[in-house]
Structures are given as C-alpha cells and as structure tokens.
C-alpha cells in the first residue's frame, strides 16, 4: 500500500472537568488514502467531533491532545505552532458543521466571509475573489451565485445556507475534508441531495473525506470504509460493505439493528438499551459492558485490537458466524 | 431606507410633541416664579404688573401654546436669573459639555472596546484578570470620590494639570472650543477622565463578554477552520457580532453624560450644562429648566434615531424588517 494521505495513531483528547477527566477521544488511529471517504459513526457523545477538531488543532480549552499524532504531508500536526496548524486549515484540510445556521455569521455578506476565507491563504484582488466565489458557489449548485453573492445567510434556504458553507471548505481545494454531519440539520429531502453533491464533489475533486455522522444509513452510501466509535475509541472499522454485512462488534450490530429501514413497519424501533457512559467514569474493561448483551467476566478486562481482512475490531467475544457463511 | 428615516422622523417629532406638554405642566407644578421674580415687600400693583408681563395670569392651555409656539422659533423666553435669552445661554453652554462628554465617552469606548475584547479572548491570562479587577473598581468607586482624588493627585500634588476651567479656546464654526488648544486640552483631561471612568468600566465588561461568548460559537470554529488569523477572527468576526450592545450602551451612556455631566462639571468647575441647570434648579429659572429639558428630550430622540440607524448597517436581518 502506498503512503497513505492522512495517518492518525493513537489520539488522545482530554478535556480536565469538574468530575474528572473526560477522554473524549482516547487512542484513536486510522488511516485516509488519497481520495478516499471514511464514515466515522457513533452515537452522540462518542468523540467523533472532537477527533474532526484535534485533526486541525481545534479543540477547545482546558481539552488538549494528551498523546498520539496526526502524521499529514510528512509532518505530525500534533505540537504544529498555530500560525503553521493555520497555514493548513481550509488550504489542505477544510472542515463544514453541522448547522449552517451556526457556522456562517449572520452579519457578513457570504461575499465577505468567502473573500476572508480566500485572503487567509493567498493575496488576491477583490474582483479576483469575486470571481472565484462566483464559480465555486456555482459548483455547489447554487442557482444564479453572481446575484447571491452579496445576500446575507439568513436570505437563504437551511439547504442553501450549508452549501455555501461546503463552497467556502472548498475554495482553496483541499486535500481532505472533515464533514461533521453537515447533513444532520436539515429536511431530509435536502439531506439527500446534499449527500449526492457531496458524494459527487469529492469524486470529481479528489478529495478525501470523512463523514462524520451518528446515522449509519448516510454513512454506508457514502462511504468507503467505516470507523465505529464508541466512548472515545474505534471499537469495529473496515470497508463499509463487509462491516455492515456482517458486524463483529455487538455495538455495531446493535445500530444497524436501530435502523428504521431494519424494522418491521409497526414494530417499535429497536434501540441499544442503556445510555452513553460518562467518560469522566469509564468502567475499567470493555467501555461497553454495561449495555452488551454478550458481557461476561471476560470483559471486564479491556480487549485488544484484533485484525483481519482489512478489518479490525475490539471485543472479547466478536460475531463471526454470519462473517464465515 | 428612506422609509425608515421618514417613519423614525414622524416618531421623534410625537415624542418631542409629548414632552413638551410633560415638561411644561411638570415644570408649571414646582413652585411660584413670581416669588423669585420679585421682593416679597412689593406692592400689589408691581405684582399684577410683572404676572401679566410674564403672561402668568393667562389660562394654563394658552400659556402652553404661546410656549410651544415660541419654542418651534426656538424662542424660550428670557432668563429670569441671567436676562438673557435662554437659547443663547444654552448654546452658549453646550459646546464645554459636548466635547467633554464626546471626549470620555468616545475615550471610553476606544479604549474598553480593546481591552475588553482581549479580556474575553484570552480570559486566563493575568493581565485580563488585572483589567477586570480595575473594571470593577471603575464601577464601584463613586465618581465624585475619584474626581476629588485626581484632583489632589494630579493637580494639587504633582502639579500636571489643571485643577478646574475650560483653560484657552479656540473658535471653530463661531463656537468656542477647548479641544483646539493644548492648554484646553490639558484642562478637558481630568475631567474627562473622571467621566470615562465608568463608561470604561462598562465597555470593557460588555465587550469581554460578547467576546466570551461569541468565541465558543461554531461560526468562529468554522472561521478559523477556514485558516483565518486570530487577528481577523476579532476584528472582522467578533467585533461585527458584539457591535449591536455596544452601540446601545455607547448611544445611551452618550445621551445621559450629556444630560447629567453635572457632578464632574461641579468638581472641575467646568462651565457646562450641568452647572446652568442645577443653578436654574436652585433659583427657580422656570424658562431655563423648561428649555433644559427638551434639550435633554431631543438629544435623546437624536441619539435613538442614529442608533437605529447603526443597528440597521450592522445587522441586515433588520433592515428587511424596518425598510
Ligand atoms: N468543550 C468541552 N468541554 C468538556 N468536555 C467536552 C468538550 N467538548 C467535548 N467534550 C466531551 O467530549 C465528548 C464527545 O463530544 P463530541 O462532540 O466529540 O461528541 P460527538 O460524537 O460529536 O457527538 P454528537 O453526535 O452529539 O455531535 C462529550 O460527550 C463531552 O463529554
Ligand atoms: S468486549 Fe465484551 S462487553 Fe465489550 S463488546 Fe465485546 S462482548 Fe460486549
Ligand atoms: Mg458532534
């Protein structure tokens, strides 16, 4: 396998509370190829966000990367002075949020943040910056973008609003965008269509991605390989086929057993019992015992990575029956 | 826009309109001006004489409208203490009031809005703990008290700066004023920086907080996940966000120092408004109080207007709504 585009290795992002510490990502690793789109799954509270933002160096105080490092461009990105993290952000790895209601400021004409998010890396003229925004807001498939350029964000769509978001992650074309459920806040038939633009765009760019979202039907369109996070660690990843096909980690089939599209119309939607675990307060073994059906005295004790195929997992006691037929 | 000024216009003119009717018959309500007009040991006669010469003896309505007649000419009658027409004497004192206010309250805001932001920034570091304990003393100590301590610190010990007076003036426009001269301006320093005091205490607070809080939104995440300077960050994001409440405190702190500058004009003998209406006050000079007060009125309905018209240029959610 050739040198892959972005390789995490035991991440870890803590932030000092009250009750303690929380980890909320602790000991991550994955790897991006080039052009590749990994989905990052989890229930809410699982740490996918905070691995988006520790990739750039984004993390709020007191939280702090702990350990690991975030090799990219032959350099670790982990200990980078902010004025060389900045020179990264949005020219090599772009980020877009959750709600574009949020992300954009209300004040600025999207001309303005377009043209501010273009001179963070290049000096360029105001009609240049024009220009660029008028194509790649163009490409994102906003309708007559010379006429809107100079609109507010509160003049448009929920749908439009976060396409011009995706449009300014993508001026400066980079190398890799983290998408933090950029979906998530809209109607869903927007979702859709933003999921396929998205989907398009990264092709016909080739940009890597990481789709990050707590819904297991958007990640499996989308993309490639799949990370299932739980408490702060991966606990199952491998080609988005094969784990969805047959999961090893008893969490894993538990979400796609609370898919709506899994359950008999009528019956009631099946969900993981128990709820997410303080991560101030882990239990000391397998951080999902107290909500696994399969948890024995084994678990108590905190597996290890296994790998095959491709695939890795972390269970004592993996589904491999369906995997075998 | 232009409906808006119009629409905001037709507002001011009602609201100067009812004020003028409050003040008149607020003003009519204290005391008998005849007492102060005249010796108590003159005849009836010189008595009648001067209530008719005053038109004092006419109905309270027709009294109101030779008043407000009077006052669209920008005839408020004489003085009854300097014999003079109170507008002239009025004008005559607002320019020291005007720029000794502009001057702390727009000191002021230059320097809290900074301060504040950075405060709010980088809330941990010990020099925005040091700003805002000095905040809150801006806040606590009584203004008279600092005034009389800058006083015997800079003036009568250390010998730097005047102690009271408006010192050399220049003319500008036919008004005389202190800021063109240096020794004016030396004059203006202490007081102005006895005014300020608080608006400083108070434009730091709000800033530091705006900033506090508009920091952890994700329109500032997503600003800096674009690779934007923490410098552009502030100045183009924060401090377009945080603009709205400033303006309003800068609009109203702005409105009431003019209004009620008087216990620094006091200290400093600074021969302002608020010297002429605490006089007025005491020796019952009804047109100067009444002439005083839509002073006060108007400049407020002035300073509202500008301010909505700020608010409208920094947020355009609102101009849609008041267009
Ligand atoms: N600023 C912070 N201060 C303290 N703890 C934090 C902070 N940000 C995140 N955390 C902790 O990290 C955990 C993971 O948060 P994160 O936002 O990454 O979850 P997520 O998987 O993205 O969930 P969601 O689907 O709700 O977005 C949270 O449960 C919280 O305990
Ligand atoms: S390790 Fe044990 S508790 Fe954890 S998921 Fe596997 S079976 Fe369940
Ligand atoms: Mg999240």
């Known amino acids: 396998m050739t040198q892959p585009l972005l390789e995490v290795s035991g991440l870890k992002t803590h932030f000092p509370t009250a009750a303690g510490i929380a980890r909320a990502v602790d000991g991550v690793s994955f790897t991006l190829g080039r052009g590749e789109v990994l989905g990052l799954v989890g229930e809410s509270g699982s740490g996918k966000s905070v691995t988006g933002f520790s990739l750039i160096g984004l993390v709020d ?265 | 826009m232009l409906g808006f000024v119009i629409q905001r216009l037709w507002q001011a003119m009602i609201v100067i309109l009812a004020m003028s009717v409050l003040v008149f018959c607020g003003v009519f309500a204290v005391g008998n001006p005849i007492d102060v007009l005249i010796s108590p040991d003159a005849t009836q006669d010189i008595r009648a004489q001067v209530i008719a010469q005053y038109g004092l003896d006419q109905p309270l309505w027709r009294q109101y409208f030779t008043f407000f007649g009077r006052m669209l000419q920008g005839d408020f009658g004489e003085s009854f203490v300097y014999n003079m027409p109170v507008t002239q004497l009025i004008l005559s004192r607002l320019p020291a009031t005007l720029e000794l206010v502009l001057f702390a309250v727009v000191g002021a805001s230059l320097l809290g809005i900074p301060l504040g932001m950075y405060a709010g920034y980088r809330h941990d570091a010990p020099a925005a703990k040091i700003i805002m304990g000095l905040s809150i003393l801006g806040f606590s100590v ?70 506090r809080e508009i920091m952890l939104t994700d329109t500032i995440r997503f600003a800096r996940a674009a690779g934007l300077s923490e410098g552009t960050v502030l100045v183009r994001h924060v401090l377009r966000l945080i603009a709205i409440p400033l303006v309003t405190i800068f609009g109203l702190e702005l409105g009431s120092t003019l209004a009620f500058a008087v216990v620094t004009e006091t200290i400093f003998s600074w021969p302002g408004l608020g010297k002429l209406i605490i006089d007025s006050i005491t020796s019952l000079d009804r047109p100067v109080m009444v002439a005083y007060l839509m002073l006060v009125a108007l400049l407020f309905v002035m300073i509202n207007f500008f301010v909505d018209l700020a608010y409208a240029l920094l947020d355009p959610r609102l101009r849609r709504a008041r267009a």
């Open chain 1, 61 to 325: 105080a007191p939280g702090r990367i702990v350990e690991g490092s975030v090799h990219y461009g032959g350099r670790d990105l982990v200990g980078l002075s902010t004025a060389a993290l900045r020179r990264i952000r949005g020219k090599e790895i772009a980020m877009v949020f959750q709600d574009p209601m949020m992300t954009l400021n209300p004040v600025l004409s999207i001309a303005t943040q377009m043209r501010l998010a273009i001179e963070a890396h290049e000096r360029v003229s105001k009609a240049a910056a024009r220009a660029r925004s008028v194509e790649v807001l163009a490409r994102v498939g906003i309708p007559a973008p010379e006429s809107r350029l100079d609109a507010y964000p509160h003049q448009f769509s929920g749908g439009m609003r976060q396409r011009v978001a995706i449009a300014i992650a993508l001026l400066h074309r980079p190398k890799i965008i983290i998408a933090d459920e950029p979906t998530t806040a809209l109607d869903v038939s927007i979702q859709a269509q933003i999921l396929a633009e998205m989907k398009a765009l990264v092709d016909e760019i080739g940009m890597a991605m990481i789709w990050i979202s707590h819904d297991l039907a958007t990640v499996s369109s989308i993309a490639d390989r799949i990370d299932v996070m739980y408490a702060g660690r991966i606990v199952e990843a491998g080609p988005v086929g094969a784990v969805l096909r047959s999961p090893r980690h008893p969490y894993t089939q538990g979400l796609l057993e609370s898919l709506p599209s899994r359950t008999v119309p009528g019956e009631e939607l099946r969900q993981i019992p128990g709820t997410t675990p303080s991560l101030t307060n882990l239990p000391n073994g397998c951080a999902f015992a107290p909500r696994c059906p399969r948890a024995d005295t084994k678990c108590q004790v905190m597996p290890v990575e296994s790998a095959a195929a491709e695939r890795t997992w972390r269970c004592h006691h993996p589904e491999t029956q369906r995997s075998a037929a």
């Open chain 2, 142 to 211: 009584p203004s008279f008290w600092i005034g009389l301590v800058l006083i015997m610190t800079f003036a009568v010990q250390l010998g730097w700066l005047p102690a009271g007076g408006r010192g050399t003036t220049a003319s500008l426009f036919g008004i005389e004023w202190s800021f063109l001269t240096i020794d004016g301006l030396r004059h203006m320093l202490l007081p102005a920086i006895n005014l300020a005091l608080f608006k400083l205490a108070m434009m730091i607070r709000l800033a530091r907080a705006g900033t």
